[in-house]
T-cell receptor, first 113, second 113 residues
Framework: AQSVTQLDSHVSVSEGTPVLLRCNYS??????LFWYVQHPNKGLQLLLK??????LVKGINGFEAEFKKSETSFHLTKPSAHMSDAAEYFC???????????FGAGTTVTVRA | KAGVTQTPRYLIKTRGQQVTLSCSPI?????VSWYQQTPGQGLQFLFE???????NKGNFPGRFSGRQFSNSRSEMNVSTLELGDSALYLC????????????FGPGTRLTVL
C-alpha cells in the first residue's frame, strides 16, 4: 500500500517570499505522485505530477516539485508567493495499476500582504 | 473542452433518507472516481468505474453505491443517510491512457440534518 504524509498542516508566508510545502511518501514500488490545490468552495485542481521521468517537475502557476527517492520526499515549492496562492494543498500518491488516489491530510497556505 | 460537472451542487437531506448524486466526466474520459471529503477524515476514495464496471472500492459501508452508464456518466447513491454522511462529494474523471491523472469536478455539498 502507498501513503503520503504532509509534514505541515498550516504554512503562512508573506507575499513575494518563497513557499515550501513538505510531503513524504511511502510506497513499496515506484509511485506516481501529484500535488493538487483546492481553493475555498472549489474542486481540486492538478498542479503537477511525477511519473518516473524527470525528478524535477514543473507545474502550473510557477510551482515545482522535486522527487527524491533517497529521502522519500516530494516537496512543493514556489519562488514567490502571490495572494492568489492562498488555498489548501494536497500531496497525493497512486500506485501501479491502482485506480485510486491516496491523499495527504492537506496543508493550508496563508499569504500575508 | 468542458470539465467535470456535478449535480446538484448543494443538497440538504434528513437522516434516514436516500440521495443520488450525478457526475458527467470530461468528454472521452471513461473512468470516473468518487471521493468523500470531510474535515475529520479528509479525502477518502469511495469507488471507481470504467466502462460501466466497478474496478475498485474503498472502505465504505454498503449504503454507498454507484453505477456508470454507457455514456460514462456516473451516479452515486447513499441510502439511509446518517449525520456523518455530511460531506463534500467529489467526482473525478480520467482517460484510459492516463488513468491516475484525475480531473475533479466542483463537488456536491451534502448536509444531513
Amino acid at each position: 500500500a502507498q501513503s503520503v504524509t504532509q509534514l505541515d498542516s498550516h504554512v503562512s508566508v508573506s507575499e513575494g517570499t518563497p513557499v515550501l510545502l513538505r510531503c513524504n511518501y511511502s510506497s513499496s514500488y515506484s509511485p506516481s505522485l501529484f500535488w493538487y490545490v483546492q481553493h475555498p468552495n472549489k474542486g481540486l485542481q492538478l498542479l503537477l505530477k511525477y511519473t518516473s521521468a524527470a525528478t524535477l517537475v514543473k507545474g502550473i502557476n510557477g510551482f515545482e516539485a522535486e522527487f527524491k527517492k533517497s529521502e522519500t520526499s516530494f516537496h512543493l515549492t514556489k519562488p514567490s508567493a502571490h495572494m492568489s496562492d492562498a488555498a489548501e494543498y494536497f500531496c497525493v500518491v497512486s500506485g501501479i495499476n491502482d485506480y485510486k488516489l491516496s491523499f495527504g491530510a492537506g496543508t493550508t497556505v496563508t499569504v500575508r500582504a | 473542452k468542458a470539465g467535470v460537472t456535478q449535480t446538484p451542487r448543494y443538497l440538504i437531506k434528513t437522516r434516514g433518507q436516500q440521495v443520488t448524486l450525478s457526475c458527467s466526466p470530461i468528454s472521452g474520459h471513461r473512468s470516473v472516481s468518487w471521493y468523500q471529503q470531510t474535515p475529520g477524515q479528509g479525502l477518502q476514495f469511495l469507488f471507481e468505474y470504467f466502462s460501466e464496471t466497478q474496478r475498485n472500492k474503498g472502505n465504505f459501508p454498503g449504503r454507498f453505491s454507484g453505477r456508470q452508464f454507457s455514456n460514462s456518466r456516473s451516479e452515486m447513491n447513499v441510502s439511509t443517510l446518517e449525520l456523518g454522511d455530511s460531506a463534500l462529494y467529489l467526482c473525478a474523471s480520467s482517460s484510459a491512457s492516463s488513468y491516475n491523472e484525475q480531473f475533479f469536478g466542483p463537488g456536491t455539498r451534502l448536509t444531513v440534518l
